[in-house]
């Protein structure tokens, strides 16, 4: 989805909420309604950008984190971070942890686990990953459907040299991975 048409989701539906609001909180309908706009919309905004979300198990969470051989202050970005499992435990690591995720409802939960893990060098940022800049990235952790990473690859190739880009079940066409853990399905690749 172009970036326009996802800000005129939003405002719109920002829009409806808060006429509703002001209109009258207390008819039959009101909160159905509510519920079923936040719920749509965490569902399926993710699908019209092509990064339905699949939550990662711990234990390739922590397998994808070493075999990035991630070191104090690098600066590591989830693309599609869901509930943010991967950016705590990078945080958790000692890195600068960033996530990057459009579905509102999971920043939501991710900003608060990172306030429970009491995390200062972990952030969630609300926002389709496709405009995101994260040249500045010494690790790019992906667990995205082949078609979205496929669209991704121009920027990956951008990133500065020496960074790291790792995926999980999928491998990047246009890259050779220079490690990998085939029975996990997780590979490194090096910029």
């Known amino acids: 989805m172009p970036s326009s048409w996802f800000k005129l989701y939003f405002i719109s539906l920002i829009l409806v909420v808060v006429a509703t609001l002001v209109s009258?909180?207390?008819?039959?309908?009101f909160w159905p309604i509510l519920f079923?706009?936040?719920?749509?919309?965490?569902?399926?905004?993710?699908?019209?950008?092509?990064?339905?979300?699949?939550?990662?198990?711990?234990?390739y969470v922590n397998k994808m984190l070493d075999i990035a051989n991630i070191?104090?202050?690098?600066?590591?970005?989830d693309l599609g971070s869901g509930d943010g499992r991967i950016i705590i435990e990078a945080a958790k690591r000692k890195a600068h942890a960033i996530g990057i995720e459009i579905d509102p409802?999971?920043?939501?939960?991710?900003?608060l686990k990172i306030k429970m893990n009491k995390l200062n060098n972990a952030k969630i940022i609300w926002e389709n990953f496709f405009n995101t800049n994260f040249k500045n990235a010494d690790v790019v952790i992906l667990y995205l459907l082949p078609e979205t990473v496929q669209?991704?690859?121009g920027k990956l190739k951008k990133l500065k040299k020496g960074s790291r880009i790792v995926t999980y079940v999928f491998q990047l066409k246009g890259m050779k991975p220079i490690k990998s853990l085939e029975k996990e399905q997780i590979y490194l690749y090096k910029i």
Do not use: A, D, H, Q
């Open 24 to 29: 009258n909180v207390n008819t039959p309908s």
């Open 105 to 111: 409802l999971k920043c939501i939960f991710t900003w």
């Open 71 to 77: 070191k104090p202050n690098e600066r590591v970005y």
């Open 151 to 153: 669209k991704l690859e």
């Open 36 to 59: 079923l706009l936040i719920f749509f919309s965490s569902k399926f905004l993710p699908e019209f950008t092509g990064s339905r979300w699949v939550p990662t198990g711990k234990r």
